[in-house]
């Protein structure tokens, strides 16, 4: 694509627009599939958030338009650090945004009983067992970045239209994939511990780190489209790729520790539902001995109770004195 003439100012910012089709037509439907399924449900009587619904349409569909007909998608072929940011936005804070927005729930609710169950099976199958299991989505999130910018993969990006967008939607949806099996709101394959999903996400901001470190000291990357714009504004394009680095990894980094934040409450909610249930299992066994044991039902020893004197109706003092 032929560079920008114009050079990026922050008065630009907001005034730096393009037409982008597929971020336009992808985010349209999806929004109205999206809004369509949730009429459907709450005419159904389910209850759905709204905040669900905000966080799918704005943090989602919304960011990820942006990144398209804005500033972003603009720039993105004329300076490395905003191809960086696109890149990191695309495949971490839009499906992160898009997988806490619950689609397959609001998809679930909208269903008739016959769509419920085909829905149910094909999550239930092998396919969807194999995506989601937890070594799979992390290996794809961890390796897209490295295979991007590392390989000439990224030049072909620069340089075609049709791929630049076709990598775009493939970033999203190996991101949703991840949040998907990770957070765990919507309907899964198979659940797994949040334990893992923080082992999984200290890994994953270790690997963007590296990548940085790796694009901020090695070769140049796209030396040779780079150099053919001709781009006689802004950094250098030394400059530039250390921008980007610095920008893919403290940004990546940031949304790492927020993404680590949402795991660890889901962790230590996952940890008390877990003791109350071993609790009750402990209580039930606890009763089940005592009742095997010949202890008096529970009515017995309320009428026994009743009859006696008033220390007798302490539970410690009563135990205390074998009553």
């Not at 005419?43 to 704005?58: D, I």
Request: aromatic fraction near 10%.
């Amino acid at each position: 694509m032929p560079e920008v003439e114009t050079p990026l100012q922050l008065s630009g910012v907001v005034a730096a627009w393009r037409w982008d089709t597929a971020s336009i037509v992808i985010t349209v439907m999806a929004l109205a599939a999206y809004a369509g399924c949730r009429r459907i449900a709450r005419r159904r009587g389910a209850s759905l958030s709204r905040g669900r619904a905000v966080c799918f349409g704005l943090g989602g569909l919304g960011v990820w338009l942006l990144t398209g007909v804005g500033v972003l998608g603009v720039y993105s072929d004329t300076l490395f650090w905003v191809r960086a940011l696109q890149t990191l936005l695309l495949l971490y804070l839009v499906p992160f945004a898009l997988a806490a927005g619950m689609p397959l729930t609001v998809l679930r609710a909208a269903l008739g009983s016959a769509g419920r169950a085909r829905l149910d099976t094909a999550l239930s199958s092998r396919p969807a067992r194999l995506l989601t299991y937890p070594a799979v989505p992390s290996l794809l999130i961890l390796a897209v970045p490295w295979l991007l910018f590392l390989t000439p993969w990224y030049e072909a990006v620069l340089r075609h239209g049709a791929i630049d967008a076709a990598t775009r939607i493939l970033l999203v949806l190996i991101g949703f994939l991840y949040f998907y099996s990770r957070l765990q709101v919507d309907p899964v394959p198979r659940r797994f511990t949040q334990g893992i999903s923080l082992l999984i996400t200290i890994a994953e901001s270790l690997a963007d780190g590296v990548l940085g470190i790796v694009l901020w000291l090695g070769p140049l990357v796209a030396a040779d489209y780079y150099g053919s714009l001709g781009r006689a504004w802004g950094p250098s394009t030394r400059m530039d790729q250390t921008i980007g680095a610095g920008v893919f990894w403290l940004l990546g980094d940031l949304l790492g520790l927020t993404y680590a934040l949402v795991v660890m409450r889901a962790f230590a909610r996952d940890e008390r539902r877990r003791a109350f249930a071993l609790d009750a299992e402990l209580d039930a066994t606890a009763s089940a001995e005592t009742v095997v044991a010949g202890a008096p039902s529970h009515e017995s020893r309320s009428r026994e109770v009743a009859s006696g004197l008033w220390w007798e109706n302490d539970p410690q003092l009563r135990d205390r004195f074998h009553r």
